[in-house]
């Protein structure tokens, strides 16, 4: 499940997401921070990326600096730029900059969707140098040992207009994700849920099947996350059917012909 979850103070200390690792990917994080060396995740939409750096910032006590990442975003939007306040011109911070000022967590979501001058900013922060110049200002900051660059993106969306160059994948430490196995993610699922897991299982069993559709019915297999969505409706009483085509359906496609096949293949599951 990928919303993005910031750890938030309590008496007990930070409330840690919750999250199931599904191979060695916390230790190899806790490794790489401790070195200082930037991560790349990649994984399906929906798979866990974004809970994990969530949980793992929290694990550390780490700020999390989160950016989603989209077509108009510029190496400018990360920085910072120039604006105008109160009649006079005064430089403000982007995130990226103020995670290398402060120290913390820098999360790029979905990196590839951003334009292809970020790749220019992040290059000499992910190397020994671990600098971020600044043009506009004069400065070169240097990345404190509290620092960190994580950046994630989904490989089944990739083109050749938006994909990572060899120049740019090969600074990074890599964590591939994909979705948990059934009796691994049915607890997952129930957890987040508050669904019984006997109720969840058809509901995973359900979203297997739809998962090996990607590329062939469906541009996309469902999420976990469309799963917990599912599974939540139903908790708060709603039938499982409509829950399951509010969420395992209709989020899917728009085609007629596929959407009856999939509400069909529910009934087929007894879901």
Not at 11 to 28: H, K, M, Q, T, W
Not at 56 to 80: E, F, I, K, Q, Y
Not at 141 to 153: C, I, K, R, W
Not at 234 to 247: C, S
């Amino acid at each position: 499940m990928t919303i993005a979850v910031h750890p938030v103070p309590s008496a007990a200390g930070p409330v840690i997401p919750f999250y199931s690792p599904s191979g060695n990917e916390i230790e190899l994080f806790e490794l790489a921070w401790a070195r200082r060396l930037p991560l790349l995740l990649k994984g399906p939409t929906g798979c866990g990326k974004t809970r994990f750096v969530a949980h793992m910032a929290a694990r550390l006590g780490l700020p999390l600096h989160t950016v989603s990442c989209h077509d108009d975003l510029t190496a400018a939007d990360l920085t910072g730029r120039y604006l105008l306040k109160g009649g006079d011109t005064v430089w403000c911070d982007g995130p990226l900059t103020r995670a290398v000022r402060e120290g913390g967590l820098c999360y790029l979501d979905e990196v590839v969707e951003a334009r292809k001058d970020v790749a220019v900013v992040l290059h000499p922060l992910t190397d020994d140098r671990r600098i971020l110049p600044l043009e506009r200002t004069g400065e070169e900051l240097h990345a404190p040992d509290g620092f960190m660059l994580v950046v994630s993106y989904n490989p089944g969306y990739q083109s050749l207009l938006k994909a990572l160059k060899p120049s740019t994948r090969q600074r990074f430490v890599a964590i591939e994700f994909g979705f948990l196995p059934p009796e691994r993610e049915i607890p997952v699922v129930s957890a987040e849920s508050g669904l019984a897991e006997s109720r969840v299982k058809p509901l995973v069993a359900l979203a297997g099947r739809l998962r090996a559709l990607k590329g062939h019915d469906l541009e996309e297999g469902v999420s976990t996350r469309l799963v917990v969505y599912c599974a939540s409706l139903i908790a708060a009483g709603m039938p499982a059917r409509e829950a399951v085509l509010a969420t395992m359906v209709e989020p899917l496609t728009d085609e007629p012909d596929v959407k009856t096949a999939l509400v069909e293949l529910a009934r087929a599951l007894a879901v």
